[in-house]
T-cell receptor, first 113, second 115 residues
Framework: KNQVEQSPQSLIILEGKNCTLQ??????????LRWYKQDTGRGPVSLTI???SENTKSNGRYTATLDADTKQSSLHITASQLSDSASYIC????????????WGLGTSLAVNP | ETGVTQTPRHLVMGMTNKKSLKCEQH?????MYWYKQSAKKPLELMFV???????ENNSVPSRFSPECPNSSHLFLHLHTLQPEDSALYLC??????????????FGPGTRLTVL
């Protein structure tokens, strides 16, 4: 079982709508949690980074939240645009091994006109 | 653009061929990485270089051979690959090789198909 589980696996929404992507993890302890966006045919691009003590971090229309008690993070996208169509990947840095990043499988988001 | 370029973008090779993937970063970073991204799997870290020295090798088969001639360039030499090696190979760089603080900047990847 992967230490970082993302849901849903894929999602289709209409342009202008909001959506929330989930990341459940068992990695403990960890030093930070990142959300990456990966467009088709491109490499991942960092959207947000939160330390274990932070609850929320925003980057434009993207807002990430972290609940360390329930070991859950979410990425909320507001007023979606066609360019938001991509894979969104949750990544945790395992504090027990400073070099080790634990990657989720990602959620594939399609924003339709 | 992220400041990390990769060539070629697509590569098709037979199992007996020898080819090389190239990565170049224009960010002045000290660390560079090779990742493998396969369908239905999380990103797999293959190699980490810090200041041109290999600091991590995650049990990668010897048919993959990395080379880091300087802090801006990274190569992945391929020989006698298997069909299961078909994947997207991503290069990344970061200021230093400390994932707890450093953001990794990825190139666009090389889509490799092994026939």
């Amino acid at each position: 079982k992967n230490q970082v589980e993302q849901s849903p696996q894929s999602l289709i929404i209409l342009e202008g709508k909001n959506c929330t992507l989930q990341c459940n993890y068992t990695v403990s302890p960890f030093s930070n949690l990142r959300w990456y966006k990966q467009d088709t045919g491109r490499g991942p691009v960092s959207l947000t980074i939160m330390t274990f003590s932070e609850n929320t971090k925003s980057n434009g229309r993207y807002t990430a939240t972290l609940d360390a008690d329930t070991k859950q993070s979410s990425l909320h996208i507001t007023a979606s645009q066609l360019s938001d169509s991509a894979s969104y990947i949750c990544v945790l840095n395992n504090a027990g091994n400073n070099r080790k990043l634990i990657w989720g499988l990602g959620t594939s988001l399609a924003v339709n006109p | 653009e992220t400041g990390v370029t990769q060539t070629p973008r697509h590569l098709v090779m037979g199992m007996t061929n020898k080819k090389s993937l190239k990565c170049e970063q224009h960010l002045g970073h000290n660390a560079m990485y090779w990742y493998k991204q396969s369908a239905k799997k999380p990103l797999e870290l293959m190699f980490v270089y810090s200041l041109e020295e290999r600091v991590e090798n995650n049990s990668v088969p010897s048919r993959f051979s990395p080379e880091c001639p300087n802090s801006s360039h990274l190569f992945l030499h391929l020989h006698t690959l298997q069909p299961e090696d078909s994947a997207l190979y991503l290069c990344a760089s970061s200021q230093d090789s400390t994932p707890s603080t450093d953001t990794q900047y990825f190139g666009p990847g090389t889509r490799l198909t092994v026939l």
